[in-house]
């Protein structure tokens, strides 16, 4: 974060204390945009599928705990397959129903700020998410903001769309820690 070169908008969008001002959050909505509508068609392509189904790795918080102004990444993906031929809304296909630890803030202390729940672990995904019936059979495009090496999240959201009978799962991350 804040370095030359990084994708700081990808920060803003989180908003994980709700504190932004619409004209920083409407500024990074604009950047991913413009990254999504050139990277989402060349990955159709490349792949060779007719269509594919665009899953979004979810926040670590149950979706009722975020307010709108925080789910903007989720909503930018959405917005930018819609304007596309080929994708399949499938952005709340994967929904968190228990609260996990904020990986981002692991360990730093935040006045008035509860950051509980467990971990990432091997499964955390399957125990804590409830993932559609609808990605039986799909070919899935699975899409997280920021990815993480040591974290593993997105390799066992990966893992529990095979469980849960996804033909493929094809990952792509704007970033990378």
């Known amino acids: 974060m804040g370095n030359p070169g990084n994708p700081d908008y990808l920060n803003n969008l989180k908003n994980t204390f709700n504190n932004f001002s619409e ?3 409407q500024s990074a909505v604009r950047d991913l945009r413009e990254v999504l509508l050139e990277d989402i068609p060349q990955i159709l392509q ?4 007719g269509t594919i189904t665009v899953c979004v790795v979810p926040r670590a918080k149950m979706e009722s705990a975020y307010q ?8 930018t993906v959405q917005e930018a397959i819609a304007q596309r031929h080929g994708f399949i809304d ?7 129903h228990t609260t996990t630890r904020t990986t981002h803030l692991n360990n730093v202390q935040v006045p008035n ?3 509980d729940g467990p971990m990432p ?3 955390i995904t399957t125990k804590t998410c409830e993932i559609s019936p609808n990605v039986r059979g799909g070919n899935i495009l699975l899409i997280d903001d920021i990815y993480t090496p040591s974290v593993n999240v997105d390799e066992d959201a990966i ?3 095979l469980k849960a009978d996804a033909h493929t799962v094809t990952f792509y991350a704007v970033g990378k820690v």
């Open 23 to 25: 004209h920083k959050l």
């Open 46 to 49: 490349s792949l060779g599928f």
């Open 68 to 75: 709108p102004n925080q789910q903007l990444f989720r909503e």
């Open 90 to 96: 499938g952005t709340r296909y994967i929904r968190r």
């Open 113 to 115: 700020y509860k950051n």
């Open 121 to 123: 672990y091997s499964g």
């Open 159 to 161: 893992d529990a769309l």
